[in-house]
């Protein structure tokens, strides 16, 4: 099994730009 710490960051790298893409077109 991998680091915890090492998915959390992988997940939140992944989400990055999915949330801010989301909030672009939210706010548009």
């Avoid at 730009?17 to 548009?28: N, T, V």
Wanted: without cysteine; glycine residues 4%.
């Amino acid at each position: 099994t991998g680091s915890p710490d090492k998915a959390d960051a992988a997940v939140r790298d992944f989400m990055a730009p999915i949330l801010s893409a989301l909030d672009r077109m939210l706010l548009s």
